[in-house]
Nanobody, 114 residues
């Protein structure tokens, strides 16, 4: 069973930066995408970004374009979400997900507040 472990969340002031990490527990012998989604308590899930496992393609929701960058390190089986120019509306629990195998991380809290 593939497991995803996120880290890197925390409290940051508006305009600040954070880098989230998502470690994949095992090699997956097929092409797949890793997504980041986020959820504000009491609200639905919002898709944020995605990267393919070859790290050749990335996609972002409009609200984070130019501020968030997703990347991957295949040697470490880890993907990253570099978040810059953070805004209070980025506050949420962030999850990494591999939808094709039904794997979800435990979530990491990001709070953007002064």
């Amino acid at each position: 069973e593939v497991q995803l472990v996120e880290s890197g969340g925390g409290l940051v002031q508006p305009g600040g930066s954070l880098r989230l990490s998502c470690a994949v527990s095992e090699f997956i012998d097929t092409s797949y995408w890793i997504d980041w989604v986020r959820q504000v308590p009491g609200q639905g899930l919002e898709w944020v970004s995605a990267i393919d496992n070859g790290a050749t393609g990335t996609y972002y929701t409009e609200s984070v374009k130019g501020r968030f960058t997703m990347s991957g390190d295949n040697a470490k089986n880890t993907v990253y979400l570099q978040m810059s120019s953070l805004k209070p509306e980025d506050t949420a629990v962030y999850y990494c997900v591999i939808f094709s195998v039904g794997a979800w991380g435990q979530g990491t809290q990001v709070i953007v507040s002064s």
